[in-house]
């Protein structure tokens, strides 16, 4: 059993349950998991087979340190391609002059164009963390915030959306050297157009962080905010159904300056596995079949608003334009932390999240977080979605029957199988 009583050959042959059955049988039981459950984290999803064997294969052996046609390394001849691959089609995707495709996940993507674009203490103005910022976007134990002098704007109190001439006004006092639109946990569209409008009228650049919505950029659901930024950041593994990891999209004026941020600014060796994952998802993300699911991801928001609201409870903006909604609790007596254990309880898997203008701490804060990404992937459709939301309402009452909310939940999980075709946690069928 143990790994020290294995051969050399069998070290070299085996598979993962032969080599370490203890990680394999957490793996197959994180898969159950994922299956056995509603997944509503907003920021998660469940990516192609197709991606999961391009990020578990063999580049991961490979040093590629520089970019393609210039490496520190030799043998880079088909990891070169397969970059070149990812970068051309993430132009094509999103209408970029530039990419780079090479940032491990989102943070890393934004710490490249801050490199590129600021000294450390310039002034930058994002939406606030606690009105659906990232901490990325200058929270104070963060890199952003602990290197550069962030400011922030917010929503406005009524309408809970952003104010735009609360942004120009705190543009023109705080004279930034960047402008950050974009969040976690901003459930409305992101008018970058507007945004550069402010960017102008001070003299500033302009990043979208579209890390939550790119996927409903790719298939023209979300304005593309591409050619009205500077820079424009995501992730690859939200609504973009990827890899887990980031890329970075430029103007060509600014595409070296965030070629030398990314490396050799602040990182190593690319992850040539991912990058060439992140490729077969943009490859994805520009077919008509693709554009079906985010198509459906926000009929299933909207149906999930709308059924929470029929139940009586406040979703903040009223509604939603891209894949979240925002439970707003402040009008009833649960937390969002206490919301969150008992809708895990019934297996629907959320965050609590404050919402503006929250007078609790964030750790227990006064809205949960949903998002239709993942459920959408293994089928729900909006009449699932409607019962998400009875079943939620269900479970945020005095006193639930428990037990039947949790069997309509798993009624529906089973309905809906996740990767029906895998052998456990991997698409690998096994030998
Ligand atoms: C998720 C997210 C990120 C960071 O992504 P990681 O991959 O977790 O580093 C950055 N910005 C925003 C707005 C996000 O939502």
Same mark, same amino acid.
Request: with cysteine; hydrophobic share 40%.
């Given at each position: 059993?143990?790994?020290?009583?294995?051969?050399?050959?069998?070290?070299?042959?085996?598979?993962?349950?032969?080599?370490?059955?203890?990680?394999?049988?957490?793996?197959?039981?994180?898969?159950?998991?994922?299956?056995?459950?509603?997944?509503?984290?907003?920021?998660?999803?469940?990516?192609?087979?197709?991606?999961?064997?391009?990020?578990?294969?063999?580049?991961?052996?490979?040093?590629?340190?520089?970019?393609?046609?210039?490496?520190? +390394?030799?043998?880079?001849?088909?990891?070169?391609?397969?970059?070149?691959?990812?970068?051309?089609?993430?132009?094509?995707?999103?209408?970029?002059?530039?990419?780079?495709?090479?940032?491990?996940?989102?943070?890393?993507?934004?710490?490249?164009?801050?490199?590129?674009?600021?000294?450390?203490?310039?002034?930058?103005?994002?939406?606030?963390?606690?009105?659906?910022?990232?901490?990325?976007?200058?929270?104070?134990?963060?890199?952003?915030?602990?290197? +550069?002098?962030?400011?922030?704007?917010?929503?406005?109190?009524?309408?809970?959306?952003?104010?735009?001439?609360?942004?120009?006004?705190?543009?023109?006092?705080?004279?930034?050297?960047?402008?950050?639109?974009?969040?976690?946990?901003?459930?409305?569209?992101?008018?970058?157009?507007?945004?550069?409008?402010?960017?102008?009228?001070?003299?500033?650049?302009?990043?979208?962080?579209?890390?939550?919505?790119?996927?409903?950029?790719?298939?023209?659901? =979300?304005?593309?905010?591409?050619?009205?930024?500077?820079?424009?950041?995501?992730?690859?593994?939200?609504? !973009?159904?990827?890899?887990?990891?980031?890329?970075?999209?430029?103007?060509?004026?600014?595409?070296?300056?965030?070629?030398?941020?990314?490396?050799?600014?602040?990182?190593?060796?690319?992850?040539? =596995?991912?990058?060439?994952?992140?490729?077969?998802?943009?490859?994805?993300?520009?077919?008509?079949?693709?554009?079906?699911?985010?198509?459906?991801?926000?009929?299933?928001?909207?149906?999930?608003?709308?059924?929470?609201?029929?139940?009586?409870?406040?979703?903040?903006?009223?509604?939603?334009?891209?894949?979240?909604?925002?439970?707003?609790?402040?009008?009833?007596?649960?937390?969002? !932390?206490?919301?969150?254990?008992?809708?895990?309880?019934?297996?629907?898997?959320?965050?609590?999240?404050?919402?503006?203008?929250?007078?609790?701490?964030?750790?227990?804060?006064?809205?949960?977080?949903?998002?239709?990404?993942?459920?959408?992937?293994?089928?729900?459709?909006?009449?699932?979605?409607?019962?998400?939301?009875?079943?939620?309402?269900?479970?945020?009452?005095?006193?639930?029957?428990?037990?039947? !909310?949790?069997?309509?939940?798993?009624?529906?999980?089973?309905?809906?199988?996740? +990767?029906?075709?895998?052998?456990?946690?991997?698409?690998?069928?096994?030998?």
């Amino acid at each position: 059993m143990a790994v020290a009583q294995q051969t050399f050959e069998q070290l070299k042959t085996a598979g993962l349950a032969e080599i370490d059955p203890e990680i394999a049988e957490l793996l197959g039981r994180e898969a159950d998991r994922q299956r056995g459950q509603i997944e509503l984290i907003a920021s998660e999803n469940f990516t192609w087979p197709s991606i999961l064997e391009a990020i578990g294969s063999v580049p991961t052996n490979k040093y590629a340190e520089g970019y393609p046609g210039n490496r520190y +390394y030799g043998g880079c001849e088909i990891v070169d391609e397969m970059e070149e691959l990812a970068r051309n089609r993430a132009k094509e995707l999103f209408g970029a002059e530039h990419a780079n495709v090479q940032p491990h996940a989102g943070a890393q993507a934004n710490m490249a164009v801050y490199f590129a674009a600021l000294s450390p203490r310039d002034r930058v103005l994002g939406l606030s963390l606690d009105h659906g910022g990232h901490l990325t976007h200058g929270l104070k134990v963060n890199f952003s915030g602990k290197l +550069y002098e962030f400011h922030h704007y917010g929503v406005a109190r009524e309408t809970m959306m952003v104010d735009y001439d609360d942004v120009l006004a705190r543009a023109k006092e705080v004279r930034p050297r960047l402008i950050v639109c974009g969040g976690s946990a901003y459930p409305r569209a992101v008018e970058a157009d507007r945004f550069r409008e402010i960017a102008d009228e001070v003299g500033a650049l302009l990043m979208c962080d579209m890390a939550h919505f790119s996927g409903l950029v790719a298939a023209g659901l =979300h304005p593309n905010p591409v050619p009205y930024c500077d820079f424009v950041t995501s992730t690859s593994h939200k609504t !973009l159904a990827g890899p887990r990891a980031g890329f970075v999209l430029c103007r060509e004026e600014h595409a070296s300056k965030v070629d030398r941020a990314n490396f050799p600014g602040m990182q190593g060796g690319p992850l040539m =596995h991912a990058v060439a994952a992140k490729a077969s998802c943009f490859r994805i993300a520009m077919t008509d079949a693709f554009t079906d699911y985010p198509r459906q991801v926000r009929a299933n928001a909207d149906a999930l608003a709308a059924g929470l609201v029929d139940g009586g409870f406040d979703v903040l903006t009223g509604g939603t334009d891209t894949h979240l909604v925002q439970l707003d609790l402040r009008a009833t007596d649960w937390t969002g !932390l206490a919301a969150q254990e008992r809708l895990e309880e019934c297996k629907l898997t959320a965050n609590r999240n404050t919402v503006p203008f929250d007078e609790r701490p964030p750790k227990v804060a006064s809205g949960v977080r949903l998002g239709t990404p993942a459920a959408t992937m293994r089928g729900f459709d909006e009449h699932d979605f409607r019962e998400v939301a009875s079943i939620i309402g269900g479970a945020l009452q005095d006193d639930p029957d428990v037990e039947a !909310l949790r069997a309509r939940a798993l009624a529906l999980c089973d309905a809906r199988p996740l +990767y029906p075709g895998f052998r456990g946690y991997t698409s690998y069928a096994a030998p």
